[in-house]
């Protein structure tokens, strides 16, 4: 079931809203599909979806080939699960390194999984500029 990126019903942004971990899919270079469980925010106001990571991890190096590929981002999947419940977001995924979007992530991730991401100097942004999202909630 297809919904709103931007005005989403109050069932599926709530969905978002709970304590759930996600998976993402990035693309390696070959093509095939890299998946690892993340922790996400959803915020459909901005049409973005944010993940907080190392700079060094194996997904960031896939957005930034990607991205390097083909400037438009790189193409990629968030999903979560619990039961029947079920919600993806797919959008266009960049690497942001800005202190205050890594700051801006850190809370939005501290609000939705309450607890404060641990100290990491090396830490990035992958920010996904949403263009769909589908699930049945």
Same mark, same amino acid.
């Given at each position: ?63 930034? #080939?990607? *991205?390097?590929?083909? %400037?438009?981002?790189?193409?990629? !999947? ?5 039961? @029947?419940?079920?919600? $993806?977001?797919?959008?266009? #995924?960049? *690497?942001?390194?800005? %202190?205050?979007?890594?700051?801006? !992530? ?5 609000? @939705?999984?309450?607890? $404060? ?15 769909? !999202?589908?699930?049945?909630?």
């Amino acid at each position: 079931m297809a919904h709103d990126v931007h005005a989403p019903d109050g069932a599926y942004l709530s969905f978002w809203r709970e304590r759930h971990i996600c998976t993402l899919t990035t693309q390696r270079p070959d093509g095939s599909p890299h998946v690892v469980p993340v922790g996400a925010t959803y915020d459909p106001e901005a049409g973005l979806a944010r993940i907080i990571t190392g700079r060094f991890s194996r997904k960031v190096a896939h957005v930034l #080939a990607a *991205v390097e590929a083909d %400037p438009r981002g790189a193409r990629v !999947a968030l999903c979560q699960l619990e039961g @029947r419940r079920w919600a $993806t977001l797919e959008g266009r #995924a960049f *690497v942001r390194t800005e %202190p205050e979007l890594i700051a801006d !992530a850190e809370q939005r991730y501290a609000e @939705r999984y309450q607890r $404060t991401p641990r100290e990491n100097p090396d830490r990035v942004l992958i920010e996904v500029r949403l263009t769909r !999202a589908m699930g049945n909630v």
